[in-house]
């Protein structure tokens, strides 16, 4: 059976998804079958893999460990749709939607199975897993039921590995606080403790290093210094709260009146946000989330992103009158699968997806586009041919990527179409079911050169950036900066 790391946190955000990713490539460089595995997740950035729907750091965690994704990595996965409920998914299939009391008094026990089983299956076939925490595991209000950190570390019988920010101060209160009020029988299997997103001189943390170490008998085996290695973020910790304005990918050197700001609403139910990160990373791209009621007299380009709720979305946004706005904006607009259902011309059998029971919503009508949900949902992994148009003028060849949603979309008019089958296009609007768009080049480079050109600024020659390789990134990170001898790693 394999050996399992349970790479745990002292919070939400400390880091955990990057030091698995991390773990993960290393031990797959050096030839150890090794899998990633988060029993519970919550997010509503997915990835669609031949099984179903599985979180995005499992996703990219697989991949780092060069296996197939699979269920087996993320099998029990929550998706919050607000007002307090989520989807629930298991091993990848969608069972439905609860409150938080309703799922753990009727699927408790399922997910729990589910995720055991899970786990047995990827222990059979390989070495090494890398197991992710979620959050805390120092929340005494879930440890009955923390399936992800508590019930993994049990049932995998898992060193753990305890994840700490220092970024957010207070990063030795946090260790000694979180292995106080972990379990006993958890305090026990805690391997060893590691500091993230460290500045400065390393020699200034020795002695509140020594002094936890003597209190506590835990060895920080690693001090890692504050480095991004384009992962996909998880969850919308990352994001500005709605209501505020935030902007990214300012740190290229490009000035201010060299570039261009693509306008993202932030809506209150986002989902797979993670589809702008590509552009955030181009030259002179600037991407802002700003407030539904924001406006776009500086914006060059807007993409509205997906919605783990598109009804409630849309009414949000035309409530502000984002509509309106959006109406008169002369820039390139792309609508990403909920965006792209939002800028239809109305949603039948909205009652389906939204928290009313309206049967039919207005949508922002830029595109000559129906939608009706059903209950069926369509999860799949996609291969398509690119044609260039509208936004993505200019653009060709083979895209890939990944489609998650409900409801179906029909012309209702003539457009062009970006794939076949799938979208429809005016000379400066577009909309697609397809995420991760951006992540491939060709459409990627159409809209940001057709941003530039419609902004009337002089687009960046070349990408400049040397991001490399995000998952050697992360494995650099552990290699350079983290002790496995104790994690009991050393001899992979």
């Known amino acids: ?88 998914i298991l091993d990848g299939e969608a069972v439905g939607h609860f409150e ?14 589910t995720a055991r089983a899970a786990h047995d299956r990827l222990a059979r076939s390989h070495d090494v897993i890398v197991a992710e925490g979620a959050g805390s595991i120092a929340e005494i209000n879930l440890h009955d039921r923390d399936l992800a950190n508590v019930e993994t570390a049990r049932f995998a019988d898992a060193d753990v590995l305890l994840v700490a920010d220092i970024e957010r101060g207070g990063v030795f209160a946090s260790l000694v606080g979180t292995l106080e009020l972990v379990p006993d029988d958890i305090r026990d299997q805690v391997a060893g403790a590691v500091i993230t997103k460290f500045r400065g001189d390393r020699s200034l943390l020795a002695p509140g290093i020594d002094e936890f170490e003597d209190r506590t008998g835990v060895p920080v085996v690693g001090v890692i210094p504050y480095d991004d290695p384009g992962l996909p973020e998880e969850d919308s910790v990352a994001l500005p709260p709605v209501g505020e304005r935030s902007v990214v990918g300012a740190d290229d050197g490009v000035p201010d009146d060299g570039s ?30 700003v407030p539904p009621e924001a406006a776009l007299d500086d914006a060059d380009a807007v993409v509205l992103p997906g919605s783990k709720n598109t009804v409630d979305d849309l009414l949000a946004l035309t409530g502000a009158g984002f ?19 939002m800028l239809g011309e109305e949603i039948t059998n909205a009652a389906i997806e939204g928290t009313g ?32 148009v509208g936004p993505l003028s200019g653009a060709s060849g083979t895209v890939e990527g990944y489609e998650i949603h409900m409801g179906d979309s029909t012309l209702t008019d003539e457009a062009a179409r970006p794939f076949d089958g799938d979208g429809a296009a005016t000379d400066s609007v577009l909309g697609t079911y397809l995420h991760d768009l951006f992540v491939n080049e060709s459409a990627r480079g159409a809209f940001v050169r057709n941003a530039f050109e419609s902004a ?29 001898g104790p994690l009991g790693l050393a001899d992979w």
Request: contains cysteine.
């Open 1 to 88: 059976m394999a050996h399992t790391l349970l790479v745990a946190g002292t919070a939400s955000h400390v880091g955990k998804s990057t030091v698995a990713a991390g773990l993960c490539r290393y031990l797959a460089d050096r030839g150890v079958s090794v899998a990633p595995f988060k029993a519970q997740n919550m997010s509503n950035n997915a990835r669609a893999t031949p099984g179903g729907e599985v979180g995005v750091s499992q996703y990219v965690q697989a991949r780092a460990a060069g296996v197939a994704p699979s269920t087996d990595h993320n099998p029990v996965l929550l998706k919050p749709r607000g007002d307090g409920e989520s989807q629930l």
């Open 260 to 289: 261009v700001t693509v306008a993202v609403p932030r809506l209150p139910r986002i989902s797979n946000f993670t589809d702008l990160q590509p552009l955030a990373r181009e030259p002179g791209v600037r991407v802002a989330y």
């Open 357 to 388: 029971d309206a049967d039919r919503v207005e949508g922002l009508g830029l595109l000559p586009v129906t939608t009706e949900f059903s209950e069926s949902k369509t999860v799949e992994h996609v291969r398509r041919d690119l044609r260039g």
């Open 456 to 484: 009337g600024v002089n687009s960046p020659a070349a990408n400049e950036r040397d991001s490399g390789d995000p998952y050697e990134r992360a494995a650099g990170l552990v290699a350079d900066h983290v002790d496995l």
């Open 100 to 113: 938080a009391r309703g799922y753990y008094d009727e699927h408790w026990e399922d997910a729990l199975d």
């Open 323 to 341: 509509g309106d706005r959006l109406q008169s904006f002369d820039g390139p607009v792309v609508g990403l699968c909920g965006g792209y259902q």
